[in-house]
T-cell receptor, first 113, second 112 residues
Framework: GQNIDQPTEMTATEGAIVQINCTYQTSGFNGLFWYQQHAGEAPTFLSYNVLDGLEEKGRFSSFLSRSKGYSYLLLKELQMKDSASYLCAVSLISSGSARQLTFGSGTQLTVLP | DTGVSQDPRHKITKRGQNVTFRCDPISEHNRLYWYRQTLGQGPEFLTYFQNEAQLEKSRLLSDRFSAERPKGSFSTLEIQRTEQGDSAMYLC??????????FGPGTRLTVT
């Protein structure tokens, strides 16, 4: 089966740096995604890693280690608007070539002034 | 707006009634996905279309659920004989053959 773990909640201060970890155990791995979801809204794409290493995009960076089944999302210079749920999702290659996403339960980040 | 759209945004229905949701994907995307999300959880995969063909269905998709994408463009998801456990946000996503899935705003279903 598939198993994706991430912390349920995190709190950080405006202007700080926060790292959200994600560990996974899956078969048919085809990449790891991070999505941001504000309450009552749809998930929005943040980053994608398919090879080991760090991908940087502005204030957000994402890291992947396939051998360890581990990823993290790094948010720098936190802003109040970054308060949201951050979803780690693994893309799987299946028999129907769906590349469906299997999501973790999300990490609710609260940014304090 | 060229994003994924879903209709309706909210639906309240009584237990036992049938409901149908619509998803209009980004026009050039041939892949379409349905997910279900309950409070405090990540989205769960329900089904996948490539063009008009339904290629995958999750075991979560009971026989009360049916989805179609008749012309390879918009898709519908129907739930028959709704139950209170069906209350959730139903999300549609689309993608090209590359990788990123773009999500629509979702349809929030409440079964009373």
């Amino acid at each position: 089966g598939q198993n994706i773990d991430q912390p349920t909640e995190m709190t950080a201060t405006e202007g700080a740096i926060v790292q959200i970890n994600c560990t996974y155990q899956t078969s048919g791995f085809n990449g790891l995604f991070w999505y941001q979801q504000h309450a009552g809204e749809a998930p929005t794409f943040l980053s994608y890693n398919v090879l080991d290493g760090l991908e940087e995009k502005g204030r957000f960076s994402s890291f992947l280690s396939r051998s360890k089944g581990y990823s993290y999302l790094l948010l720098k210079e936190l802003q109040m608007k970054d308060s949201a749920s951050y979803l780690c999702a693994v893309s799987l290659i299946s028999s129907g070539s769906a590349r469906q996403l299997t999501f973790g339960s999300g990490t609710q980040l609260t940014v304090l002034p | 707006d060229t994003g994924v759209s879903q209709d309706p945004r909210h639906k309240i229905t009584k237990r036992g009634q049938n409901v149908t949701f619509r998803c209009d994907p980004i026009s050039e995307h041939n892949r379409l996905y349905w997910y279900r999300q309950t409070l405090g959880q990540g989205p769960e995969f329900l089904t996948y279309f490539q063009n008009e063909a339904q290629l995958e269905k999750s075991r979560l998709l009971s026989d009360r659920f049916s989805a179609e994408r008749p012309k390879g463009s918009f898709s519908t998801l129907e739930i028959q004989r709704t139950e209170q456990g069906d209350s959730a946000m139903y999300l549609c996503a689309s993608s090209s053959a590359v990788y990123e899935q773009y999500f629509g705003p979702g349809t929030r279903l409440t079964v009373t």
